[in-house]
């Protein structure tokens, strides 16, 4: 009886309105995925797979006890704020497993062993959804995540820009994790929820998932070592990191509430993808230039003033005409970060060994 009560209770919350910045769902050409030659890493897979089919976390996201209390004692702000948290992270999650396990069910005649770790990926990305979508139901909300498979639109990316993307996410799904359970641990006193308790080894699946990109790309030379590569691995580079970082600081308060500051935070957790992007990709950002994130910071500025002229009026037509200048102060800083002189790495993969 109880737990009928608790789900009556419970409110289903509408998906958050789609946007450039918001976590995508994504499609791809299945086919020639399942084609491609993986000898060159065939080794590397096998190594991967057998990591994979391990499960390490397979006891890990269980809650225990401290789960058990009222969360109402966190003020409507700060609780409004890790709900859009919990609620971006699931759909994230969640947009990975559906891609995983439709790769995994696609490829399973014509690719065993990528379509076995798909399989194993997807596993993992719908444990972490679930666990997600359990700590939301701590504040009598859940996500339909069935009514998200059906009404969310996909984008189409081509296998090559889906394996740069995904692995640049995975990266940064695990140094965003880490860097926030490392600051916990060592203020304790900010961690308003025990799920934070998790990142450790939660991030260990991100760079499990991480390292099977990379043995991908490995396999795939074209990938990586045309000039026209070096161009997509840079572009990738660039606007998985501005998507993060305009996202954050737009959401300043929610890192402050944990004592992060979400600038100073991003700046590291970009340059420690940056500094795994370039064991794999032929180009890294050169961070260190000035010009960098001062192009960085005019972007989030520009993002800012559209924020704000969204909240100001009801006119959509006027919205999309004040915000004309500032997407094209955007496009243009965008441009200059492209332009700015980057890193050619000399390409090394770190051989996953049998364990």
């Known amino acids: 009886m109880t737990n009928t009560l608790e789900n009556i209770d419970r409110k289903i919350k509408a998906p958050a309105k789609e946007s450039l910045l918001t ?54 702000k700060t609780k409004n704020l890790f709900i859009e948290f919990l609620e971006r992270s699931c759909t994230a999650e969640f947009s990975g497993f559906l891609l995983y396990k439709e790769l995994s069910r696609r490829l399973k005649n014509q ?11 997807s596993r993992d990305e719908a444990r972490h959804a679930g666990f997600l979508n ?10 339909d995540l069935g009514f998200l498979t059906k009404s969310r639109k996909y984008t189409f990316f081509s296998p090559k820009f889906i394996f740069y993307a995904t692995f640049l996410s995975e990266k940064i799904g695990y140094w965003r994790y880490i860097t926030i359970y490392r600051h916990l641990e060592k203020y304790p006193e900010y961690r308003i929820y025990p799920i934070f308790k998790f990142f450790e080894s939660w991030c260990q699946d991100e760079n499990r998932h991480g390292d099977f990109f990379a043995i991908l790309l490995y396999s795939q030379p074209k990938m990586l070592n045309t000039f026209q590569s070096k ?30 500051d979400a600038r100073q935070f991003d700046i590291q957790v970009i340059r420690k993808t940056n500094e795994s992007a370039a064991r794999v ?3 890294s950002l050169n961070l260190n230039n ?6 960085f910071d005019n972007c989030a500025r520009y993002n800012k003033k559209m924020i704000e002229i969204e909240k100001k009026s009801n006119n959509k037509i006027y ?27 000399k390409f090394t993969l770190n051989v996953i060994k049998s364990i």
């Open 23 to 76: 976590p995508r769902f994504y499609t791809t050409n299945f086919e020639e995925i399942a084609l491609m030659d993986i000898s060159k890493s065939l080794p590397e897979l096998k190594a991967i797979l057998k990591e994979f089919l391990h499960d390490y976390n397979r006891n890990h996201f269980i809650r225990d006890k401290e789960f058990d209390q009222n969360w109402n004692n966190l003020d409507e």
């Open 111 to 121: 690719n065993s062993i990528l379509a076995n770790c798909f399989e194993m990926m």
């Open 134 to 143: 359990k700590a939301m139901a701590d504040f009598n909300l859940s996500l």
């Open 231 to 260: 161009l997509w691995c840079k572009f990738f580079l660039l606007s998985v990191f501005l998507t993060m970082y305009l996202n954050d600081l737009q959401r300043s308060d929610f890192y402050r509430s944990l004592g992060i």
């Open 281 to 283: 990709f032929p180009v």
């Open 290 to 295: 000035d010009k960098f994130f001062k192009y």
């Open 319 to 345: 919205k999309n005409i004040q915000k004309i200048p500032f997407i094209l102060l955007l496009m243009i800083d965008f441009i200059k970060l492209f332009f700015l002189k980057s890193i050619d790495t």
